[in-house]
């Protein structure tokens, strides 16, 4: 069973708002990536990381950001969060296989 | 042409039939293969991974490989009202270090009782 976690599951927000999605694996994975899924639809690389102080975008532009300064964890970030960026974010790690987070159901009104 | 195609379906099957999924990919140098199920509303979980021309089973699911053919699909046997979810295909695509998976859009799956 994969060790992959993020917080908060579920986030209704403000616009204008800063946030800041928790991702955390504890298999030591250097891979890391971020997703973003609308409801229905494909999922859609957006961040990724091969290691502490590599980050790379992805497929789909996003106006979010993301770091890596330590193995086990990595963060995405939105300065000012807008109702287009309403969407389901998903964590992913990978050694030799890919695990994916629970996910974090975002909802900016 | 997408990097990774699969037909979106749905894809209808009577219970305890076996429902057959596809998959087709554009890189000839792609080395492993992989089956993620995704229920609404959940985040994707593995099932298979294949890395070797052949066929590879477990449990009800088999995972078939054809490199030549740039083809890989997965069957279900004995098809069960809880295997209905979409079927995601991932291909490892990218030079070694710096691969990543280049997932299909899915094939949505609906087993009938």
């Known amino acids: 069973e994969a060790d992959i976690y993020q917080t908060p599951r579920y986030l209704v927000i403000g616009t204008g708002k800063k946030i800041t999605l928790e991702c955390s694996q504890t298999?030591?994975?250097?891979?890391m990536y971020w997703y973003q899924q609308d409801p229905g639809m494909e999922l859609h690389l957006i961040h990724y990381s091969y290691g502490v102080n590599s980050t790379e975008k992805g497929d789909l532009s996003s106006e979010s950001t993301v770091s890596r300064i330590r193995t086990e964890h990595f963060p995405l970030t939105l300065e000012s969060a807008r109702p287009s960026h309403t969407s389901q974010y998903l964590c992913?790690?990978?050694?030799?296989?890919?695990?994916f987070g629970p996910g974090t159901r975002l909802t900016v009104l | 042409q997408k990097e990774v195609e699969q037909n979106s379906g749905p894809l209808s099957v009577p219970e305890g039939a076996i429902a057959s999924l596809n998959c087709t990919y554009s890189?000839?140098?792609?080395?492993?293969f992989f089956w993620y199920r995704q229920y609404s509303g959940k985040s994707p979980e593995l099932i298979m991974f294949?890395?070797?021309?052949g066929d590879k089973e477990d449990g009800r699911f088999t995972a078939q490989l054809n490199k030549a053919s740039q083809y890989v699909s997965l069957l279900i046997r004995d098809s069960q009202p809880s295997d209905s979810a979409t079927y995601l295909c991932?291909?490892?695509?990218?030079?070694?270090?710096?691969?990543?998976?280049?997932f299909g859009t899915g094939t949505r799956l609906l087993v009938s009782p």
């Open positions: 890189d000839r140098g792609s080395q492993s």
């Open positions: 992913a790690s990978r050694g030799g296989e890919q695990f």
């Open positions: 298999m030591g994975h250097d891979k």
């Open positions: 991932a291909v490892n695509m990218g030079i070694t270090g710096f691969q990543k998976l280049v």
């Open positions: 294949i890395y070797s021309n």
